[in-house]
C-alpha cells in the first residue's frame, strides 16, 4: 500500500541556479496528522537502492494526481537525498521556468504560497502503538517512490526555512542574482537594474546608508514579485 506524507520545510538560495532548492522532504519522530511517525534510519535501505541504480525518486506535483496527461510529468529533479538528524534532505531542480506551469509554480514557492511537501512510499517495517496517546505506528523502514511539493501540509511543525531570495540578498551580486532567479532577467538587465539602485562605494558620510538602501531594495524587490 503506498502512502503519503507531508513534512517539508524549504531554502532557495541566491547564489544558486533559478529553480534550485533545499530542504527536508521529510521530518523525523514527529506525528502527522494520519498518526504516523517516521524514524530515524527507515530511509537509509531504500535510499542506498536509489544509489546503486543511479538514480532519484521523481519529484511531480501533487504526486501526478491532476487531471491533464501533463500533470504525469515530472516538474523537476532531485539532485541530493540524504538522511540527517532532522530528517530527509533534498536538494532539487526545477525545469521548464519558461513555460506557464513552470513559472507558476517557481513563483508559487518563492512566494511562500505553496509550502508543503508529500513523499509518496511503502512502509516495511513499522511498530504499532497499544496505549491510549501513543503514536498510531513508528515507521522505521519505508520504501520511497517519490518527493514533491503539494498545496496542503500534514505536518505542522515542518516549514518553510526561506522561500523568499530577497531575504538573502547582502550584496550588490547577491541583489543580481535574486533579479535572475526571481524576475527572470538577463544578466546585463540584472546588472543595470543593480547597479543604478545599489551604492557600491559607501563614504563615512553614509551614516548606515547602504544598509538602509540594502533594507530598502530588500522591500521594493518583495513587494514586486511577491502577490
Not at 503506498?2 to 527536508?24: I, N
Amino acid at each position: 500500500m503506498l502512502r503519503t506524507t507531508r513534512p517539508f520545510e524549504l531554502k532557495f538560495a541566491s547564489d544558486t541556479k533559478p529553480g534550485s532548492f533545499s530542504g527536508y522532504g521529510a521530518v523525523f519522530d514527529n506525528i502527522d496528522n494520519g498518526g504516523d511517525m517516521i524514524v530515524k534510519g527507515a530511509f537509509r535501505d531504500t535510499l542506498a537502492e536509489w544509489k546503486a541504480k543511479g538514480k532519484m525518486p521523481k519529484m511531480l506535483w501533487h504526486h501526478g494526481l491532476g487531471m491533464s496527461s501533463e500533470d504525469l510529468l515530472p516538474i523537476g529533479y532531485w539532485t541530493g537525498m540524504e538522511e540527517d538528524d532532522h530528517g530527509l534532505r533534498v536538494e532539487g531542480q526545477l525545469i521548464a521556468l519558461d513555460t506557464d506551469r513552470g513559472r507558476t509554480l517557481h513563483e508559487g514557492m518563492m512566494a511562500e504560497a505553496i509550502d508543503a511537501m508529500s513523499i509518496t512510499y511503502s512502509v516495511v517495517e513499522s511498530s504499532y502503538g497499544k496505549l491510549a496517546g501513543e503514536t498510531f505506528r513508528s515507521i522505521s523502514k519505508l520504501d520511497l517512490y517519490e518527493v514533491g511539493p503539494v498545496l496542503w501540509g500534514m505536518n505542522e511543525q515542518a516549514g518553510i526555512e526561506d522561500a523568499k531570495a530577497s531575504k538573502n540578498i547582502k550584496t550588490i551580486r547577491d541583489f543580481e542574482s535574486f533579479l535572475r532567479d526571481a524576475g527572470g532577467f538577463s544578466i546585463a538587465a540584472a546588472k543595470a537594474i543593480a547597479s543604478g539602485g545599489y551604492k557600491a562605494n559607501p563614504t563615512p558620510r553614509d551614516e548606515g546608508g547602504t544598509a538602509k538602501e540594502l533594507e530598502a531594495l530588500r522591500d521594493r524587490a518583495a513587494s514586486v514579485f511577491s502577490p
